[in-house]
């Protein structure tokens, strides 16, 4: 805080800091309650038998935003483990991670770090189907990639390790970077496993599709079931609600502080007015008693006895009003005659 009251440039910017932080996560959190509540408004279909009559008799042979449950069936072709034998499936992703160890300047450790240097993700179009098998319709998922929790089965993942030799690592002490290896993985979207599809679901000719929905409303494809895949959205909500509430309460806090420094100085500044004020009403009252007239006391004359020359300067409130005698004279506790500040340091100045 500045003596002059206004806010120091560090207390406002941590103050617009805070709010525009508090304001990103509001809104992550905003959207993020919204997909819950969307999720929760969502209508349950069950995939039996009369689908297609329920479908049809929808306004555009379509449920805008529906959950689905079934089984992972191909349609045509299927996709092979390149490194399982026997294991099928639909999506399948492909994914080298290159990992590494850098040196940290300002923590003088070294850190683990992974980056992606290859993903290839492929699907061949595929259809959740019912449980009971007597039930024929299935449900076409057009677009799957588009959806978000996909959370795919690993199927596969092996660690090829950087051969090191005495020459390389010298050179990573000196780059600062000690590469560790590649890790390659291979995660599938297996036949047979069952998925929640949340979409928008409609009536194509005489095919069922689930698709990613209108605009604001998130396209799923998950493992695991709706009640598990709505509490993994609720948790992420909440935990956005959460930091979104910290990050304003250190908003609110710097705040306060702001305006509380500023009452406090405000309040000091009006009594020190007030002390001033009767310090004069007193000393004109004692320049009467004196029968000294007012234009007659000099300039530069000691406020108390009136007629010698001023040489102290107090510490911390800096007031120069007294002579070395009056100083002396004050009563302990010593305070400033002026402003009623305690009197630390006494400084003597000298006028030549
Ligand atoms: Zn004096
Ligand atoms: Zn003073």
């Known amino acids: 805080m500045e003596s002059s009251g206004r806010p120091s440039t560090a207390q406002v910017l941590l103050l617009a800091t805070s709010s525009a932080v508090t304001a990103v996560l509001y809104s992550v959190y905003r959207k993020k309650a919204a997909t819950v509540n969307r999720l929760r408004e969502a209508k349950k279909i069950s995939l039996e038998q009369d689908l297609k009559n329920i479908l049809s008799e929808a306004p555009g042979k379509c449920v805008p935003y529906a959950v689905i449950e079934g089984v992972v069936r191909s349609v045509k072709e299927t996709l092979n483990s390149q490194f399982v034998d026997n294991c099928k499936g639909v999506i399948q992703r492909l994914t080298l991670r290159e990992k590494k160890m850098v040196w940290n300047r300002t923590t003088h450790l070294w850190n683990d770090r992974e980056k992606i240097i290859h993903q290839r993700t492929t699907t061949v179009p595929f259809d959740l189907c019912s449980h009971d098998d007597s039930v024929t319709v299935s449900v076409r998922v057009v677009r799957p990639l588009e959806a978000s929790e996909t959370n795919l089965e690993t199927t596969y993942e092996t660690f090829h390790p950087t051969v090191q030799s005495l020459g390389n690592i010298i050179g990573h002490f000196i780059s600062g970077e000690r590469p560790q290896g590649i890790r ?169």
């Open 184 to 352: 390659e993985t291979e995660e599938m979207l297996r036949l047979g496993e069952c998925v929640t599809g949340v979409g928008e679901l409609v009536l194509d000719n005489s095919l069922v599709k689930l698709q990613p929905p209108k605009q604001g409303l998130r396209f799923f494809l998950s493992r695991q079931d709706y009640a598990a895949l709505l509490a993994k959205q609720e948790r992420s909500a909440r935990l956005w609600r959460l930091l979104a509430g910290l990050c304003g309460l250190a908003a609110c806090a710097t705040l306060f502080y702001i305006l509380w420094r500023q009452w406090t100085l405000r309040r000091k500044q009006q009594k020190e007015r007030c002390a001033l004020q009767e310090f004069k009403e007193e000393q004109r009252r004692r320049m009467r008693e004196l029968e000294v007239d007012e234009d007659a006391v000099p300039s530069g004359a000691c406020s108390i006895c009136l007629s010698a020359q001023r040489t102290c300067a107090f510490l911390e409130c800096g007031h120069v009003c007294t002579c070395e005698p009056c100083y002396q004279a004050l009563p302990p506790p010593k305070k400033c005659p002026i402003c009623r500040a305690p009197i630390h340091r006494v400084v003597p100045l000298y006028n030549s």
